[in-house]
């Protein structure tokens, strides 16, 4: 208790997060503004203006497919190359010269999808990284201070993301895309510039050293070891041949213009597939490893595999909280409001509502729940939070209804569900970064946070798929026999989505055993 008492907060945590303040105004200020750049820009004039929109909705979802997938390679090369800081200060290089690409080349499409992809492959390298190299600063004698710095991590991400939201919209239209683009990109070079001064003060944690007992390892043990009826190993070989067909299909029909859901789906779906297969295999087989691998490396990938669950369980959550920068923009743009308001700025309410929602609940709302004996774990609210983006597609669903009748409709209205979705992305997201980061052992720190941020990538491929869905006749047709709208219908069948996903969430976390991965003081 004295120690706790006297902990003290880590001299170089002003670095990190400053440096995410202003990584995340660059990523928020690009990403907000680039749907409705692509809908007026000449990269898609030569499609007519519904199939803009939805185009310029597949490429936003396609973007951060990759913005999410890419944390597994730097996951990867800060485990076992590089470690945390360098692999950042590296990604953080390609992050800058993809803003650059997009301030420059905003009326080539090459260059422009280009720097997307940079930005792509810079904010994802980095991303599972400076909220788990931040952690690696603390230890079991302060580790109580780390739950309050990954809320104010939290808190800066959506401080960086409220003034991105308000300006890059006014900047786009009174300046146009190249100031509109490169401001982001400044910003960026100086969240570089800040996280490098910070270079003596900080806490490497070594690289853990090449282990026999390592999760691949005793995954693979598991799949092959002993005799008999191996049903994981079954499962995991269906899953890769699964996987390649998808990706082989993909590629052929890219190739030779056959029919097809696009490669990004099909390398999404592999991946979806070979991380079910693979670990759903493994878990079944689990105990094969017993006295070829120590207990702790067996209960340590038990806990991996465990974790996995409740991470699938949150995709859901991704797929509606990424559609306020699509589907929820494009309808503030049908809805009434002053000629000096753009749609896109809607989403400033978000990050708005973030930086006075956290507080509230540390304070006010978890204080109050635990005087009633109701205990707030992470688990339970995020089963809330998942629960709460449901009832916000509700809200946009019933007012789409009401737009489609031919009522005309305030832009203010979309308080309700903004503010429905942030609750719940409280709940849900600034839960489960600290939540993820403690439940990781300390050699798969840098991986697990990767598939942590993994669930956006598969949150996104659900869209792409409900989106690829209603191109198809038959099921347009279906949905016009309900006498909804597609639009109005997509955003129920979302709302449904995330609310069995809550329910289902909920269940499991009953059973789930938490365990404390922190370092030794």
């Known amino acids: 208790m004295a120690e706790t008492a006297t902990a003290r907060m880590p001299r170089q945590i002003p670095f990190i997060i400053g440096n995410e303040g202003c990584e995340r105004f660059s990523f928020y200020g690009m990403r907000n503004i680039l749907v409705p750049f692509l809908i007026s820009s000449l990269l898609l004039q030569h499609l ?28 990867f090369l800060a485990d076992r190359f ?46 599972p990284l400076v909220a788990s190299f931040m952690g690696d600063q603390f230890d079991q004698s302060n580790k109580h ?29 009174s300046f146009g895309p190249s100031v509109a683009f490169g401001i982001p990109g400044l910003l960026m070079l100086v969240a570089t510039i800040v996280f490098w001064a910070g270079r003596h003060r900080y806490v490497f944690a070594p690289l853990p050293p090449k282990d026999p007992h390592s999760f691949l390892r005793v995954v693979r043990t598991a799949l092959w070891a002993g005799d008999g009826a191996r049903p994981g190993l079954w499962l995991a070989a269906v899953a890769v041949l699964g996987a390649a067909a998808v990706i ?5 029909a890219a190739a030779f ?33 017993r006295g070829i691998h120590p207990d702790a490396a067996i209960e340590g990938v038990r806990s991996v595999l465990r974790l996995m669950v409740i991470f699938a369980l949150v995709t859901p959550f991704y797929s509606l909280f990424d559609q306020k920068a699509s589907t929820w923009v494009i309808q503030g743009v049908d809805m009434t409001k002053p000629s000096w308001f753009s749609a896109a700025q809607m989403q400033a309410l978000n990050p708005a509502l973030v930086m006075l929602l956290i507080p509230f609940n540390n304070f006010v709302l978890y204080p109050w729940l635990r005087r009633s004996g109701i205990a707030p774990t992470a688990l339970r609210r995020m089963t809330a939070g998942i629960f709460f983006s449901g009832l916000s597609w509700i809200a946009v669903g019933a007012f789409q209804v009401a737009m489609d009748g031919g009522n005309a409709m305030s832009i203010v209205w979309q308080v309700l569900p ?33 598939f942590w941020n993994l669930t956006t990538t598969i949150g996104n491929l659900w869209v792409l798929l409900a989106n690829a869905a209603v ?35 909920g269940l499991y976390a009953r059973r789930y055993r938490e365990v404390d991965h922190y370092r030794p003081a």
């Open 48 to 75: 007519a203006g519904t199939e803009r929109e939805t185009e310029a909705k597949d490429i936003l979802h396609t973007f951060m497919i990759g913005v999410y997938f890419f944390p597994l390679l730097g996951g």
């Open 82 to 127: 590089f470690g945390k800081y360098h692999t950042i200060l590296w990604f953080s290089l390609i992050y800058v010269a993809g803003h650059a690409c997009l301030a420059v080349f905003e009326d080539h499409r090459g260059g422009f999808f280009a720097g997307l992809g940079l930005i792509a492959l810079g904010a994802g390298g980095i991303k």
């Open 145 to 173: 201070l780390a739950k309050v710095v990954f809320d104010a991590f939290y808190w800066i991400i959506n401080f960086g993301s409220l003034f991105a939201s308000l300006l890059m919209p006014i900047f786009l239209r």
């Open 248 to 252: 082989v299909h993909a590629t052929l």
């Open 257 to 289: 213009g056959w029919p097809s859901l696009g490669v990004v789906i099909g390398l999404c779906l592999a991946l979806v597939l070979l991380l079910a297969g693979v670990g759903g295999g493994a878990a079944m087989q689990l105990e094969r490893a």
């Open 418 to 450: 903004y503010a429905l979705l942030t609750f719940g992305e409280v709940l849900v997201s600034a839960t489960g970064l600290e939540f993820a980061y403690s439940q990781a052992p300390a050699s798969m720190k840098g991986t697990v946070m990767s």
């Open 471 to 505: 191109r198809n006749d038959a099921i347009t047709g279906s949905i016009a026999e309900t006498g909804l709208s597609v639009t109005a219908f997509q955003m129920f069948f979302f709302a449904g989505f995330a609310i069995l996903a809550a329910i289902a969430f």
